[in-house]
């Protein structure tokens, strides 16, 4: 090594930048179901397809695993959900 420089470990919180994080959709009694398909095709580009299915669940199961993906994009997904007025949260996948 050389004299004066510093080696630093990485830690936790760079380590948990690079886990993947999980979108879940939440159902409410407020947003219609065709709207719900709207804002996932417009936040995610999904097929209209992938998104009445999605909906479906959120409808259904009460919740729905929308997206997996970095925890920036993940954080940036449910941002963009919250100003379309639904229920959204982030989950660190398992």
């Known amino acids: 090594m050389s004299p004066g420089i510093e080696v630093f470990p990485e830690t936790e919180t760079q380590l948990d930048l690079d886990k993947v994080w999980n979108v ?32 479906l669940e959120v409808h259904n199961q009460g919740k729905s695993l929308v997206a997996s993906e970095d925890r920036e994009q993940a954080e940036l997904h449910v941002q963009q959900l919250h100003q379309y007025g639904l229920r959204a949260t982030l989950q660190r996948a398992e």
Not at 28 to 41: A, E, F, H, T
């Open 24 to 55: 879940v959709v939440w159902d409410d009694p407020v947003n219609l179901m065709s709207y719900v398909v709207y804002v996932l095709q417009k936040v995610f580009g999904y097929p209209k397809g992938l998104c009445e299915k999605l909906m």
